[in-house]
C-alpha cells in the first residue's frame, strides 16, 4: 500500500475547482466516504468530514470565494489504522496554502507489513542479505506532519466556454515523518511500502495537466499527473544505493461522475524504480541498502506500477 495519495489529491482537485463556485456566505459541510483498491492488491477505506469556512472574501474574482476549508478523516487498510487533518487555506482564486498532520499504526501479516523496522536478517551474511521487518501489532507509532503550496488555474476562467476548461494544478510539499520504535538512520516500513523510510523529512510534488470534458454525462475530468518524491535523509553512504534519486510515478486519470453523490476514478500509473542491473527492482525480500545503483542504460527504469479504482461517495 505505497501511500496511496491519489484520493487526497481528487479531493484537492475538486476543492480548488468545485468549491470556489459556491457562493454562499455560511458554513459548509462535506461527508464523504471513499475506498480505493488497486492491482497490487491494495485496499483503503477512509471517512472524511469537511468544514468550509468563508474567509477574507473580497469582491473580485480572485478573492470572492476565498475560504478555510479543514478535512479530518479516519483510514482503514488491511495492515493498518490511521486519522488524518488538514487545513486548506485558499488566499486567492489561484493559489492554496495547506498544513496537515496523520497518526496511525498497524500489525503485519501473509497480506504484507503494516508497520515495522527494515533490517537485514543476519547482519554478517553475504551480500545481498534477506531482509526482515521486525515489529508486532501497534508495537510503536508512525506521526507526519506537512506543510504545503498549491498553485491552479483554469483557462476557462479567462476564456469562458464549454470548451475551454483546461486545468493545471502543481502542489510543492515539505513533510516530516517519523515512526517511534526507529533509531536515527533506520529503516521502516508502514503500509506495505518498500520499507525505504526513515525518521527525516521528504520533498514531495505534483505537476497536473487536466481537462474537464464538455456535454460529457459521465466522463467528468481526464488528468496527467507527474509525481516526484525524493527523501532529504542524506544517509552516509546513500550514493551507493541511489538514496537521493527521487521517486516519479505517472498517472492517466479518469474521473466519473455517475450521479450528483457517487463518482468513480480509474486510475493507471508507471513508476521509476532504480537500476541495479540484473537484480529484481520490486523485490523486498533483500535489504535495499546492499544493492549498488548502476549507470549503464542509466540511473532509473520506467516501470508499470498498479492500476487503481477509486470510489467517492457524498453521504452529504
Known amino acids: 500500500m505505497k501511500q496511496f495519495k491519489l484520493f487526497a489529491f481528487f479531493l484537492l482537485f475538486s476543492a480548488a475547482f468545485a468549491w470556489a463556485e459556491d457562493e454562499g456566505a455560511g458554513i459548509e459541510t462535506s461527508t464523504d466516504l471513499q475506498l480505493q483498491i488497486s492491482s497490487l492488491p491494495e485496499a483503503k477505506l477512509s471517512f472524511s468530514q469537511s468544514f468550509i469556512f468563508p474567509f477574507m472574501r473580497g469582491q473580485s ?5 476565498n475560504n478555510i476549508a479543514t478535512v479530518l478523516t479516519a483510514e482503514v487498510t488491511p495492515v493498518s ?41 543476519d547482519e554478517n551474511a553475504d551480500l545481498p542479505r534477506k531482509a526482515i521487518i521486525d515489529g508486532k501489532a501497534f508495537g510503536g507509532l508512525l506521526w507526519r506532519a506537512w506543510g504545503a503550496g498549491t498553485a491552479q488555474f483554469d483557462l476557462g476562467a479567462v476564456i469562458p466556454g464549454d470548451w475551454t476548461h483546461v486545468l493545471f494544478q502543481s502542489r510543492q510539499e515539505l513533510r516530516y515523518a517519523a515512526y517511534s520504535q526507529a533509531e536515527p538512520r533506520e529503516s521502516w516500513v508502514f503500509e506495505a511500502d518498500f520499507g525505504e523510510n526513515q525518521n527525516g523529512w521528504v520533498y514531495y510534488a505534483n505537476y497536473v495537466l ?68 540484473s537484480s529484481n527492482f520490486d523485490n523486498v525480500d533483500y535489504y535495499y541498502r546492499d544493492f549498488e545503483l548502476k549507470d549503464e542504460g542509466g540511473q532509473r527504469r520506467l516501470l508499470f506500477y498498479r492500476a487503481a479504482m477509486l470510489f467517492n461517495y457524498k453521504i452529504r
Not at 487536466?210 to 546513500?238: C, H, R, W
Open 61 to 65: 474574482p480572485l478573492t470572492r470565494d
Open 81 to 121: 489504522l490511521n486519522g488524518k487533518a488538514e487545513v486548506i487555506w485558499t488566499p486567492a482564486a489561484f493559489f492554496l496554502l495547506s498544513g496537515g498532520g496523520l497518526a496511525g499504526s498497524g500489525w503485519n501479516m501473509p497480506l504484507g507489513n503494516g508497520i515495522g523496522i527494515n533490517r537485514p536478517e
Open 210 to 277: 487536466g481537462y474537464q470534458m464538455p456535454l460529457s454525462p459521465v466522463l467528468d475530468t481526464i488528468a496527467f499527473m507527474a509525481e516526484l518524491e525524493k527523501p532529504l535523509y542524506n544517509t552516509p553512504g546513500g550514493d551507493f544505493w541511489g538514496e537521493n534519486l527521487g521517486e516519479w510515478t505517472f498517472s492517466g486519470l479518469f474521473n466519473f461522475s455517475l450521479t450528483k453523490r457517487f463518482s468513480t476514478a480509474f486510475v493507471l500509473q508507471l513508476q521509476t524504480r532504480r537500476n541495479y542491473g
